[in-house]
């Protein structure tokens, strides 16, 4: 499977923009993008996904590089809320067959100042 | 919340029994998904079932087993337990209906189960 790659730790002031970085040098064509994350006691949840185009929704954006083997979390005013791990995960297209299981890295914790 | 529930919260438990953990899944999901979060590895997947028949391993032992039921709630089965098996084990849920390009899992809260 192809890795990737994350800082350990982040620091952003409060409602400010945090950009979180992720490098999957081996990603395959049909690799999608995808970002958990995981607050503090609790299960990962879904932040945002794409494949070859910037993504946004209303959690946050996702810029993907030309030569997709980078991407860049975007939380455009990060709050106390955003505080906890971002996992950076590629999982491939869906096929028709098979299990399409999380494998997930160690992510960045980020941490939110007031 | 995120639709997914588990139950127990927490597990204390001694070495050398056996425990189940249950999980419901959101309503409509035919797919669950275990993971184990401990301190040294991180999250880790252990077994996925879809609509009752066992779909794909991960990393699980032969002293774990998980079923799931009609009603789509799935429990999963560790026995003989070890103190390092004490971590957080969490239930997923997804829908797929294999038209999804991304696939959302939806996380429970986890069990937190702890072997003295």
């Known amino acids: 499977d192809a890795k990737t790659t994350q800082p350990n730790s982040m620091e952003s002031n409060e409602e400010e923009p945090v950009h979180l970085p992720c490098n999957h040098s081996t990603i395959s064509g049909t690799d999608y993008i995808h970002w958990y994350r995981q607050l503090p006691s609790q299960g990962p949840e879904y932040v945002i996904h794409g494949l070859t185009s910037n993504v946004n929704n209303r959690m946050a954006s996702l810029a993907i590089a030309e030569d997709r083997k980078s991407s860049t979390l975007i939380l455009h005013r990060a709050t106390l809320r955003d505080a906890a791990v971002y996992y950076c995960?590629?999982?491939?297209?869906?096929?028709?067959?098979?299990?399409?299981?999380?494998?997930f890295g160690k992510g960045t914790k980020l941490s939110v100042i007031p | 919340d995120s639709g997914v529930t588990q139950t127990p919260k927490h597990l204390i438990t001694a070495t050398g029994q056996r425990v189940t953990l249950r999980c419901s899944p959101r309503?409509?999901?035919?797919?669950v998904y275990w993971y184990q979060q401990s301190l040294d590895q991180g999250l880790q997947f252990l077994i996925q079932?879809?609509?009752?028949?066992?779909?794909a391993k991960g990393n699980i032992l032969e002293r774990f087993s998980a079923q799931q039921f009609p009603d789509l709630h799935s429990e999963l089965n560790l026995s003989s337990l070890e103190l390092g098996d004490s971590a957080l084990y969490f239930c997923?849920?997804?829908?797929?209906?294999?038209?999804?390009?991304?696939?959302?899992?939806?996380f429970g809260p986890g069990t937190r189960l702890t072997v003295l």
């Open positions: 309503s409509g999901d035919l797919s």
């Open positions: 995960i590629l999982r491939p297209k869906y096929s028709g067959a098979g299990s399409y299981q999380l494998t």
């Open positions: 079932y879809y609509n009752g028949e066992e779909r």
């Open positions: 997923a849920s997804s829908a797929s209906n294999g038209r999804s390009s991304y696939n959302e899992q939806f």
